[in-house]
């Protein structure tokens, strides 16, 4: 008796043919964009194996399992290395611009590893790497993990820039330039009938509501591009091996052919007694009560950025800075910066350094005229003449810079080298680390700009060359970024100081203008203190090689000047462009006025 036939699922039938087939066709005999794609593949010759769903029993069942797990319908459907490509249009663009390659090249010798980059870190310039190399066909995990701020604050994906900076600090600036907006309607006629009154619980619910949907978009952006995400905690056990660990202490190994270090950074706290009293920028943004009398300590971005929104939101702020205020930047604007936040009341101590946090709580009697009340923080600090304050304040902020999270994860058991001076990441001009295949992007990296857009920048250039051997490497030269005070300030090239150090003072030319933007004319505030500068070398035509401008929206305005600067634009080429008037920007299209010339830039029209 003949043994019967065995019958094949459609699904059985469909997983066999796409383990078997390196570049598997789900195709139609008849079909012309079938045979356009099976012609593109030939001509290059990519080995592919066609299953002609019209010429088999079960064709449209397997039809409608490629459905249910694609979402595409039609065919050709495309799969590499049993992953899915898509049709025909799909499969012409990923042949031009090289996602085909790569996707091919990720599945070829690699099967000692579970995938092709391991990313560490689910931040900004992680999210951008993993994402692009999965786009171009890798096999990508991501390990995110955040540890506790000592308060024990803790957010989800997305890493500092999301979570605890650049958005929730720039919705923050946004509050508190509406609430000078609401002074300032008055003055244009509005019947401004009640004093503004500003809710730091339902401003607090609103951003962390934003955070939250960015927080699942990018977990849904993952998913789509297939990336595995893991909430674990990765450390080296050996150059191609991670062990991660789970929130609930599950552990599990891992291996990658390339891993990408991106964990960021994290505030520094000062070691001085009763540290453990104040609040990091880790903690700010998520505060279930207005922080009220607030001492912020440092002269940074952060600093000063929340300094600006605090005053803003009508909150007494004290700023404690310990020498020069933003490190790095052009101090003639740092100091310009420093003014605005003096004339809207923010009050500065420096030189001065705390030394002490102690808790003080409330008397029996504040208690029992107060409804809520809560202890004070006592601060002693030191001026630079050895004269000692002692002040009150309801929070102390640190924001005296950021360590880099290197430690803990294994670096030195495989021999990454660290900066003795930061602790942070030496990479070679390709991001690539002491130890070849891993490389590392963002804030870890050793004299690299901190700064959100630099990191996706690098992020997505080196998942390119690590997956379809491109060769374009991140320029970190001429990059603009703004700090968010009440008056903003944005600049891009070198800050004064170093063009004289670069070029010599004999070969630097300044242009500068101090000015009124229209919009504050009628309230009659800021009058003359916005202000413009452009650094230019003399002997390369006037080149700009710096452009610095405190003023209302300055980020836009310098995002872009920065295109200008990046292809080497000269005085005259800014001089020969027509303003927008009335603009701030249009400042910077009729600035004749130099520093040497000593004549004064105030402004006194329009």
Avoid at 273 to 280: Q, Y
Avoid at 332 to 349: D, I, S, T
Avoid at 452 to 478: F, K, M, N, S, W
Avoid at 581 to 602: C, D, L
Wanted: glycine residues 10%.
């Amino acid at each position: 008796m003949p043994t019967p036939p065995v019958s094949v699922s459609p699904e059985d039938e469909t997983n066999k043919f796409l383990k078997e087939n390196r570049v598997a066709v789900f195709s139609k005999s008849y079909c012309p964009f079938c045979e356009q794609v099976k012609d593109l593949l030939r001509t290059h010759r990519i080995p592919y194996s066609a299953l002609e769903l019209d010429l088999i029993d079960n064709g449209p069942a397997v039809q409608t399992i490629l459905f249910e797990r694609t979402g595409q319908k039609s065919v050709p459907n495309v799969f590499i290395n049993g992953r899915h490509l898509g049709g025909c249009d799909k499969t012409v663009e990923a042949h031009a611009d090289g996602t085909l390659q790569a996707m091919l090249n990720a599945g070829s010798g690699d099967a000692q590893y579970d995938y092709d980059l391991a990313v560490i870190g689910g931040g900004s310039g992680g999210l951008a790497c993993s994402k692009e190399a999965a786009r171009l066909g890798a096999r990508v995990v991501i390990c995110d993990f955040v540890k506790p701020s000592p308060k024990g604050t803790t957010w989800g994906l997305g890493g500092t820039c999301v979570n605890v900076g650049c958005i929730p600090k720039k919705l923050m600036h946004q509050t508190s330039l509406l609430g000078e907006a609401c002074s300032d309607a008055s003055k244009f006629g509005w019947s401004v009938t009640e004093s503004p009154q500003h809710s730091w619980e339902k401003m607090v619910k609103g951003i962390q509501g934003h955070i939250s949907s960015l927080n699942w978009g990018y977990r849904v952006q993952l998913r789509e591009r297939h990336v595995t995400y893991m909430n674990a905690y990765a450390e080296f056990v050996d150059a191609h091996t991670l062990r991660t660990v789970d929130k609930k202490g599950r552990e599990r190994l891992i291996s990658a052919r390339n891993v990408v270090l991106a964990m960021g950074g994290r505030p520094r706290i000062p070691d001085i007694p009763g540290a453990e009293l104040g609040i990091s920028s880790d903690d700010l943004f998520s505060l279930p009560r207005s922080p009220g009398r607030t001492l912020v300590v440092g002269a940074s971005y952060i600093a000063l950025e929340c300094a600006g929104f605090l005053r803003g939101l009508g909150l007494p702020v004290t700023v404690m800075v310990r020498s020069i205020l933003l490190r790095g930047f052009d101090q003639q604007m740092a100091e310009l910066v420093g003014e605005h936040l003096a004339q809207r009341g923010v009050r500065f101590l420096r030189p001065c350094v705390p030394t002490r946090l102690e808790r003080v709580e409330p008397d029996e009697e504040e208690e029992a005229d107060a409804a809520e009340t809560r202890p004070s923080i006592r601060v002693t600090a030191q001026m630079e003449d050895g004269t000692t304050l002692v002040a009150e304040y309801d929070t102390v902020l640190f924001a005296t810079g950021r360590r880099a999270c290197t430690a803990g994860i294994g670096l030195e058991k495989i021999g990454v080298r660290l900066s003795p001076k930061d602790g942070k990441v030496m990479c070679n001009e390709a991001e690539q680390t002491s130890v070849e295949h891993v490389y590392a992007v963002g804030d870890i990296l050793s004299g690299h700009p901190e700064l959100t857009p630099v990191a996706i920048q690098a992020g997505r250039q080196l998942a390119r060359r690590l997956v379809t051997g491109a060769t374009a490497l991140t320029d970190y030269q001429y990059i603009p970024t703004t700090v968010f005070t009440p008056a903003e300030y944005g600049c891009v090239g070198l800050s004064e100081e170093a063009a004289v150090e670069r070029y010599g003072e004999h070969d630097i030319e300044v242009f500068h203008q101090y000015f009124t933007p229209l919009e504050l004319t009628v309230p009659q505030r800021d009058e003359n203190a916005s202000y413009g500068k452009l650094i230019c070398v003399k002997s390369q035509r006037q080149r700009v090689v710096g452009f610095h401008l405190v003023a209302p929206h300055a980020g836009e305005v310098t995002q872009g000047f920065a295109v200008a600067l990046r292809l080497g634009a000269t005085k005259a080429d800014l001089d020969a462009s027509v303003g927008i008037h009335p603009t701030v920007a249009e400042q910077f299209t009729f600035m004749f006025i130099t520093k040497a010339s000593g004549a004064n830039s105030k402004s006194t029209g329009c």
